[in-house]
């Protein structure tokens, strides 16, 4: 099993960035793919970016495409979500999910086997 967690939320203006950080327990992290998913008050769980074992391919929501970019550093068992642009709209708690999966892409939340906390993101307009 992995055991990830999360870093790095937090409350920013509208425009503003964050990095969200997603630290792994196992190695090699590198055999995992992963992914951010968030979830907002009322709403359903949602994808919004995912990275392939390697960090070869990565897949974005239309929501974030251009905006936010996600990539990992297999080394430091860590991923990453940079968030550029933010809007009010982008608020919501941001999981981090793993999967060892041989498809691609994986979009939908229960592929993911291993998730973390979460972690709180509010963009303020």
């Known amino acids: 099993q992995v055991q990830l967690v999360e870093s790095g939320g937090g409350l920013v203006q509208a425009g503003g960035s964050l990095r969200l950080s997603c630290a792994a327990s196992?190695?090699?992290?590198?055999?995992?793919?992963m992914g951010w998913f968030r979830q907002a008050p009322g709403k359903e769980r949602e994808f919004v970016a995912a990275?392939?074992?390697?960090?070869?391919?990565?897949d974005y929501a239309d929501s974030v495409k251009g905006r936010f970019y996600i990539s990992r550093d297999n080394a430091k068992n860590t991923g990453y979500l940079q968030m550029n642009s933010l809007k009010p709209e982008d608020t919501a708690v941001y999981y981090c999910?793993?999967?060892?999966?041989?498809?691609?892409?994986?979009?939908?939340?229960?592929?993911?086997?291993?998730w973390g906390q979460g972690t709180q993101v509010t963009v303020s307009s």
């Open positions: 999910a793993a999967n060892n999966a041989y498809r691609w892409p994986l979009r939908v939340a229960n592929e993911y086997g291993y």
């Open positions: 196992r190695r090699p992290f590198g055999s995992y793919n």
């Open positions: 990275i392939n074992r390697g960090g070869s391919s990565t």
